[in-house]
């Protein structure tokens, strides 16, 4: 669902909660997002995951992101036969991120599950 995913976007990119991009946020996230170091790419990528900005990303909302990526791609992608389903794709990143066996994954977390497991970096940052 692409109108899902551009809010959320669009959420990451207001980063004062204004309801409005401003040219300083605007080219912020584009360096980010374009040119960014992979510390600080993974950093905007749990932002965007992390719905309620408490510091984690649970399997909820990792689920709601995964699935509108899924509503406007998935029909143009082969997926691996794990994968097929959004909540297949969730499971298989909490598997091998959430060490601690929390409720969510913390930024630690997530930054440490994608730098050993550069196949991860595919999933989460998929089609960004």
Same mark, same amino acid.
């Given at each position: 669902?692409?109108? =899902?995913? %551009?809010?959320?976007? !669009?959420? $990451?990119?207001? $980063?004062?909660?204004?309801?409005?991009?401003?040219?300083?946020?605007? @080219?912020?996230?584009?360096?980010? $997002? #374009?040119?960014? #170091?992979?510390?600080?790419?993974? =950093?905007? %990528?749990? #932002?965007?995951?992390?719905?309620?900005?408490?510091? !984690?990303? *649970?399997?909820?909302?990792?689920?709601?992101? @995964? *699935? %509108?990526?899924? =509503?406007?791609? *998935?029909? %143009?992608?082969? +997926? /691996?036969?794990?994968?097929? $389903?959004?909540?297949?794709?969730?499971? =298989?990143?909490?598997?091998?991120?959430?060490?601690?066996?929390?409720?969510?994954? #913390?930024?630690?977390?997530?930054?440490?599950? @994608?730098?050993?497991? /550069? *196949?991860? @970096?595919?999933? +989460?940052?998929? /089609?960004?």
């Amino acid at each position: 669902d692409a109108a =899902k995913f %551009a809010e959320h976007v !669009f959420r $990451t990119f207001d $980063t004062n909660g204004d309801g409005v991009i401003d040219f300083r946020e605007f @080219v912020t996230a584009l360096s980010v $997002t #374009s040119r960014g #170091s992979l510390e600080d790419r993974l =950093k905007w %990528a749990f #932002s965007l995951y992390d719905l309620d900005g408490n510091g !984690f990303i *649970s399997k909820d909302e990792m689920l709601e992101i @995964v *699935s %509108a990526v899924y =509503k406007m791609v *998935s029909y %143009a992608v082969e +997926l /691996p036969e794990d994968e097929i $389903t959004p909540q297949q794709k969730v499971d =298989k990143i909490f598997g091998q991120m959430n060490k601690s066996l929390g409720e969510g994954l #913390s930024l630690l977390e997530f930054i440490e599950g @994608v730098k050993n497991e /550069p *196949s991860i @970096v595919r999933i +989460l940052m998929w /089609p960004l």
